[in-house]
Structure formats: C-alpha cells, structure tokens
C-alpha cells in the first residue's frame, strides 16, 4: 500500500477512534462530590458518633462495585467533618462477626475488618496520596502511597486520636454481632505548604473503603467507583471529591 493509501487510511480511522473514545469517557460514572462541612460543636473521640456534631454532617453509604465477591454485604455509612483543629472521620459498619487480630501500630491492618480513608489535599496531582487503614481495635496503618503503587511505610501521621466502640464481641465467631463504629480526628498540623488548614470552598480527593469478612470471602465496598475488574481501592485517578463548606 502506498504511503498516501495507509494515510487516506488513517484518515478515516481517526473519526471511529475518537468517537469510540468519547462515548467511553461519557459512559464513567461521574466522581462523587461531599460536602465537608464545619462542626458547631466539639467532638469527643470515644468511637461512638454521639457528639451532636455529627447531625449536621452529609452520609456516605458505601458501594460493592464487585460482583464477584461473595461474602456477606455488610453496610457502611460515613460522615465527615472539620474545625480549625482537624478533619473528621466517623465510620458506622454494620457486622454480624467482628474480627481483628493486629494490634501494633502499622500492621497489616488491611487483613482484618477495617476502614480505610485516602486523602490528596492537593487535587493538581494524582500521584501522591496518604493511606490510612484501621481496624476495629482502633489499630493505625498509616503511609504514604504513590501512583497507587509504591508504598512508603515509614509516613506517620502526629498526634492524631482513633477511636472504636464494637456492638458486639472480638473474635468470638460462635456468636451474632451488631457492627462497630469508627471515630478519626487528623490535625491540621500534618499537612504542610502548599496545603495548610482548608477554607471553605476548597477541594481534596479522598476515597473511603473498608474490607469486610475473613478469606476467602473478603469483601471490598467503597465510596467511589474506580471501574477496575479487579478489587482495589487504589486508584487515585477514581477519587471522590471533597468540597470544604461552612
């Protein structure tokens, strides 16, 4: 074929490409949108989500985005809330069987019946986000993950307060539990320029999961959808977007 045939060619190639294309990019769902709203009032870190406070936040019921999984659907709702001090996290999980066996700060958390928040306070890149993994012993994992590849262990978060109350026994898989809440206060402190304590107005990226049940029916639900076959919340092109308000 000559050079001006396989051109003509790709001439009209080019047009089913980018059509094709198109009706992919319009057919994804779009990114979820939070309001983050400000706290009247104080919040105690005790895991229960009594504190008045928690009224007024926005709830995020969690999707199961994969059919493959079998185990048991358990629901989760999250709330999230700030104040000049910090960022708040409440997590409510339903759980007919809790279970948790790490205990030690930075385990692999992620094994057990744990929650999980991914915060990019800086939207302008997807590369770089922190991961937080914590278990219904109010266990942290922390660190930072980049291009939801390469993780770094050694990020600690400071001075941050995690607590979990249970409705129900640990590891006591004989019996029928209620579920476990979750409380999480991240100091602004953590955060440093060109990302400080947000105003309002502002946008981060996060993503809220949580791993439910005990292999081989572990179960993945999340809040935004990160259209992958396979289960992972790492994709940080896919997440949720926060939106700070007063």
């Known amino acids: 074929m000559t ?10 190639i080019l047009p089913f490409f980018l059509l094709g294309f198109a009706v992919a ?11 983050v709203k400000y706290a009247k009032s104080r919040i105690e870190i005790d895991g229960k989500l009594e504190d008045k406070a928690w009224e007024q936040a ?20 999250v709330r999230l809330l700030w104040d000049d001090n910090a960022l708040y996290a409440g997590f409510d999980c339903d759980d007919e069987d809790i279970t948790a066996q790490h205990v030690s700060r930075d385990a ?5 019946d744990v929650v999980e928040l991914f915060l990019n306070p800086l939207p302008s890149q997807r590369l770089v986000y922190v991961g937080m993994e914590m278990n219904a012993r109010a ?20 001075d941050f307060r995690l607590a979990t109350f249970l409705r129900g026994t640990l590891n006591a898989r004989g019996d029928k539990d209620e579920g ?20 309002p107005g502002v946008e981060w990226r996060a993503q809220l999961s949580r791993w439910d049940n005990v292999n081989p029916e572990r179960v993945l ?26």
């Not at 990019?25 to 309001?35: G, K, N, T, V």
């Open 3 to 12: 050079s001006r045939k396989i051109a003509a060619a790709r001439s009209h």
């Open 108 to 112: 692999p958390t992620y094994q057990d």
């Open 221 to 246: 639900s999340m809040w935004s959808h990160p259209l992958r076959r396979s289960a992972s919340p790492h994709v940080p092109e896919r997440f949720g977007i926060l939106v700070f308000t007063e």
């Open 58 to 77: 926005g709830v995020i019921e969690l999707i199961f985005p994969f059919e493959q999984q079998t185990g048991r659907k358990q629901k989760t709702r």
């Open 139 to 158: 266990v942290m994992y922390d660190y930072l993950m980049v291009s939801g590849t390469a993780l770094f262990k050694q990020f600690d978060l400071k």
């Open 25 to 35: 990019q319009a057919q994804e769902p779009p990114l979820p949108r939070y309001e």
């Open 180 to 199: 476990w809440s979750l409380e999480l206060a991240i100091p602004w402190e953590n955060f440093e320029r060109p990302v400080t304590r947000p105003k």
